[in-house]
């Protein structure tokens, strides 16, 4: 389902692209920018269009009248040689702007793109139809335990005898029920008993090979663990430089919240062990009481029996209330039991309010950087930060309480993308209790990068730069290629050279970034269409043509890393999880169309004109149009400059609010040409549009469903389980 996912958004793209056609031959021809347009008869230069979009290299000088209390517009790295100040002859001062005369947003570029977003609502309205589709056949055809089970999540306290339970459920059921766990609230002792294995693991890590321990056996196991750490140290002619690296390797580790054993001793890991067995032996005589209980029918029906016989809302569990409208029999000992389907059994929701801190300071340092450093360190900034966050959400993840894999790997992928969109379309927030934010990824590769101003600048950086922060992993190229040939065992030597994952939050990721990238740019950039296309099919092929190869070859398949472990994490609704974007990702896309428009051309200049008598600002204006020695901010002084006859004043064209219409000019603030404010009211208009039906449609039928399931009753059976993780389509 992933492939063919990427596959229909690949078919989508390159259909979106098709009709962008007439947006990128324009963009790329000398009509639109003769500085470095192509001509269209040029085929044999067809391949540069790849690099243009609607960044316009065709500047003029402007005399404007009141820039200089604006100047702070101008006064970052990208802007500073386009804002200058020369003597006006008259001892005084005038400020000089040297603006774009290009006009991107125009009524035809911007109904192609109009009709691109059409295009592709229409396509990801089928694209979610059909992901539900496969959903169900896929769950159809892979029948698990827990589709003969249930889960009781609020058994009473005493009630830890597995018969009774059996006895119970048995009523509901033609066939009876299989089996009963009971779930005791006994996580003081699991964690020391993983505990516990984590230290054996890295104190047999640290012995010699083949070595057989018998850890019940304290005084003959700390003999051997002694005699062994003496041999160790008389024995260690390892070089400085080996100790550095494993020194940093190992804190890095450590400072990740990974337990590594390289600055402890044998002799202090052991003492360590026998502390836990101290405590475990202790916590062993405690008597603890239920948590929850999971039970198993012999069929499907019995399992839908007893969730039919239990349907309670949960104001009714919370009240511990049956309101006398059901069969006494259907309750435990008096107590109403909120049951659920139960989840498949390997596990795992996390601390918003880290996640949303971490997107603050992500957006306040690449703001500085982009505005005061280079383009370059900007992207360095932005890869560094996408490479290291979602390894500390991944350490947030471990503290969170997650029912199942699917939950865990959902709520990393929703971590690490991006945390805009629950503030553009609040039912997020209720989506599978884990999907409360989606935060990280979006924000700094797209989001971010619109927000601060002039966006443009970063679509016109340099065509050679490549990410490569993005395919340099340190620690593996140390692993393989210093410690291996330096390993002491066979153990050590393979442990080098283990693969990664491919983690299905992580390729899903990928996946929602590109889409949100190609709606977020595809209004000043058409050719992004053709790129996204691309990148996923390179996506979906390269693992597919790798496996294949290795599938043929004799090589080891470790000796690949992460190519060869495809971590699908099958627990997870790829269906469920898709749902919950393309549509709100494209709607965010006509949105953000909308304002680039709007914002068009992003010059903050409105042209002077003496029959409006709101324009008084620019009377007196000097009427020279020749100037020598012209200051810029970035202390550039320039011998000539040749002004245009029109002069201008300063207009806010960023200070646009919703929706993106032409009213947000004022009379005299006046930017845009007619054809745009055709365009920009047609926008305009089609966001409140979406905007209302989204609230409307999606947001209150799920908020009614919400309440009846809550407040009035449970017949929407797996509603907590199913319906809230398709909240947000």
């Known amino acids: 389902m992933y492939f063919s996912s990427l596959q229909a958004l690949c078919l989508i793209f390159v259909l979106a692209g098709l009709l962008n056609t007439f947006n990128i031959l324009y963009y790329s021809s000398a009509e639109y920018d003769p500085e470095r347009g192509l001509s269209v008869e040029n085929l ?28 702070t517009w101008w006064d970052n790295m990208f802007t500073r040689e386009f804002y200058g100040t020369a003597d006006d002859g008259e001892g005084g001062t005038v400020t000089l702007i040297d603006r774009t005369t290009c006009m991107p947003a125009q009524g035809k570029e911007g109904m192609v793109n109009y009709g691109t977003m059409l295009l592709l609502i229409v396509c990801m309205g ?35 005898d597995p018969d009774e339970w059996r006895d119970f459920f048995d009523t509901f059921a033609d066939k009876g029920v299989t089996l009963v766990t009971v ?73 990740l919240g990974y337990q590594d054993g390289y600055f402890q001793s044998e002799e202090k890991i052991w003492n360590r062990i026998k502390n836990t067995n101290d405590e475990i032996r202790e916590l062993q ?13 012999e069929t499907e029906q019995g399992q839908r029996t007893a969730l039919e016989a239990m349907n309670f809302s949960k104001a009714e569990v919370f009240l511990n209330n049956s309101n006398m409208r059901v069969d006494q029999s259907a309750l435990f000992k008096g107590r109403v039991l909120e049951c659920h389907e139960a989840p498949e059994p390997n596990a795992v929701l996390a601390t918003m309010a880290i996640t949303l801190g971490l997107c603050l300071l992500s957006a306040l340092i690449l703001f500085r950087s982009r505005l005061t450093l280079s383009t370059m360190a900007f992207s360095i900034i932005l890869s560094t930060f996408n490479s290291i966050i979602p390894v500390l959400v991944r350490m947030m993840v471990n503290y969170e309480k997650h029912y199942n894999e699917g939950s865990r790997q959902a709520s990393i992928y929703i971590k690490i993308t991006g945390w805009l969109m629950p503030l553009l379309f609040p039912g997020e927030f209720y989506v599978n209790y884990a999907h409360l934010l989606q935060v990280f990824r979006w924000v700094n590769t797209a989001v971010i990068t619109r927000l601060i101003t002039p966006f443009l ?67 000043f950039m058409p050719m992004i269409w ?51 974007g393309t549509l709100s990702r494209t709607c965010l ?71 993106p219409t032409p009213q947000n000019q004022s009379y005299s603030n006046q930017w845009m040409t007619d054809s745009q404010e055709l365009l920009c009211r047609i926008y305009g208009i089609t966001c409140i549009v979406l905007v209302c039906a989204y609230g409307f449609f999606i947001l209150g039928g799920r908020l009614a469903l919400f309440i009846k399931c809550e407040f009035l009753d449970y017949a929407c059976l797996s509603f907590h389980t199913t319906a809230l993780t398709s909240l947000l389509h």
């Open 44 to 71: 044999s230069r067809v391949i540069e269009m790849v690099q243009y979009s609607a960044v316009c290299l065709s500047r003029e000088w402007v005399v404007c009248a009141d820039c200089e209390n604006e100047r």
């Open 457 to 523: 600048a970063t679509l016109g950086g340099r065509s050679k730069d490549l990410p490569l922060l993005r395919y340099l992993d340190p620690f593996v190229i140390l692993d393989r290629h210093y410690f291996a040939p330096r390993a002491k065992s066979d153990e050590e030597l393979y442990f080098c050279f283990r693969g990664g994952w491919y983690n299905l939050s992580e390729r899903f990721t990928d996946f929602t970034k590109v889409l949100l990238l190609c709606t977020f740019y595809s209004a």
């Open 126 to 160: 089928l694209f979610s139809w059909y992901l539900n589709k496969r959903e169900v056949r896929f769950d159809e055809d892979n029948t698990t335990a827990s589709d003969y089970s249930i889960v009781v999540r609020n058994p009473p306290e005493d009630a830890v």
């Open 285 to 297: 005589q405690r008597e603890y009481n239920a948590a929850s209980v999971f039970v198993t029918f």
């Open 589 to 659: 896309g006509i949105i953000s169309s909308g304002y680039a428009y709007a914002q068009s051309p992003y010059t903050n200049l409105c042209s002077c004109n003496a029959d409006e008598p709101e324009t008084e600002v620019c009377d007196g204006l000097t009427t020279q149009r020749e100037f020598s020695d012209v200051l810029l901010l970035n202390n550039t002084v320039l011998s000539e400059v040749l002004a245009v006859d029109e002069a201008s004043y300063f207009c806010n064209q960023d200070n646009v609010a919703f929706p």
């Open 530 to 580: 053709w790129l996204g296309a691309a990148i996923l099919f390179f996506q979906c092929k390269r693992f597919a043509v790798f496996s294949l190869w290795l599938l043929r070859s004799k090589v080891p398949l470790s000796w690949f890393g992460a190519t060869h472990n495809l971590r699908l994490d099958g627990q997870v609704s790829i269906a469920q999880v898709l749902e919950k």
């Open 183 to 255: 779930a005791l609230d006994n996580e003081p002792l699991i964690q020391k008993l993983v505990a516990r294995r984590r230290d054996i693991k890295l104190l047999l890590h640290k012995l010699p090979p083949k070595l057989t321990l018998d850890f019940d056996d304290e005084e003959g196991t700390e003999k051997i663990i002694l005699d062994c750490m003496a041999k160790r140290i008389a024995a260690d002619n390892s070089w400085f430089i080996t100790k550095i690296f494993a020194g940093i390797k190992s804190f890095s580790i450590s400072f």
